[in-house]
């Protein structure tokens, strides 16, 4: 490795550290989007309305909506991804029967590292970054150098550069945007943990296919 990759590498790892500081800092709300919250309010009435920052699949419009709020960090997360969403995209997404929403949840700051990298990769990019992520969860985040190194290779993939993915995450207007995202969820939608599986406006208790297609059948 050359001097200017390893200054350029020492660079992105100085703004992963940072980024773990900001992450766990308190901050004001500072969206639009959030205004009047009250933090009792746990309805999920209004989780459809669209947010700057959410990724869709659909074909068509359909009428139903399934909304995943996600950490990529997240096992359970991952455990939904491999083993019931191929079968909503086949069975549903891909039949036009349903309008899939991904909206970012991170709970640490490699999940804050990996969102952020994925919305820089473009929308083309985006869920293709979000699925090797969450296959691959149980490589990269347990690196046994560096998480981050993790992310840097899934990056790669992706075509960003260490320069770009410094740019990325220093990016205080992306940070801010899913941030906010995530604290409405949290203060108007009663999202407290992940993966928070919404069909249309109900919020769904148990995470399994059947469990979806019962809730789109009562609607």
Known sequence: MNRKNIIVLAGVFLVFAILGILFFSPSEISSNNLQNLNSNVTSSRGVLAPLEGDHVIAINNPKNVIIEYASLTCPHCAAFHNEVFPKIKAELINTGKVKYIF???????????GSMIAHCAGDEKYFAVINVLLKTQDQWLFDNENPYNGLLKV???ASLSEEEVEMCL???SLFSQIENNQKLATNRFGVNGTPAIFVNESRLTTLDFETILEYLGNN
């Open 103 to 113: 909206r970012d949840f991170p709970i640490d700051p490699y999940a804050m590292a």
């Open 155 to 157: 990056a790669r993939l």
């Open 170 to 172: 220093k990016n205080k």
